[in-house]
């Protein structure tokens, strides 16, 4: 019995080396920024999906690849305003996080920090 060769990638749906979700540690992580601010991303082939919740509320979401490596997301929920812009850096894989929180009365905070990929 000889080996059957195959014509189509039967792993097609495994990410390999050559994508984003193949090179990464964990393909979906979540990071707390400011206290209010909850950023998530969900790595699915070559493109980062983002999530942003302001006060457990989602005000936007958002795609970053190789390509477009960088978008912004703002809103308000529960009286708080936020944006946040989010930077795929790619030595080492990460995501730069930087955001704005302002609130009635006690004013605005700002800070960044990295999630790794």
């Known amino acids: 019995m000889g080996v059957k060769s195959h014509k189509t990638d039967i792993l097609a749906h495994i990410d390999g080396p050559e994508t984003l979700a193949g090179q990464v540690v964990a393909n979906a992580a979540c990071i707390t920024l400011l206290g209010v601010l909850k950023v998530c991303a969900d790595v699915q082939g070559s493109k980062v ?69």
């Open 49 to 117: 999906k983002i999530t942003v919740y302001l006060a457990g509320i989602e005000i936007g979401s958002g795609v970053v690849d190789l390509k477009n490596p960088s978008i912004t997301i703002g809103g308000g929920a529960a009286g708080f305003k936020a944006e946040v812009k989010i930077t795929l850096k790619t030595n080492p894989l990460a995501l730069e996080i930087c955001g704005k929180v302002c609130a009635p009365f006690v004013g605005c905070k700002s800070g960044c920090t990295t999630l790794h990929l």
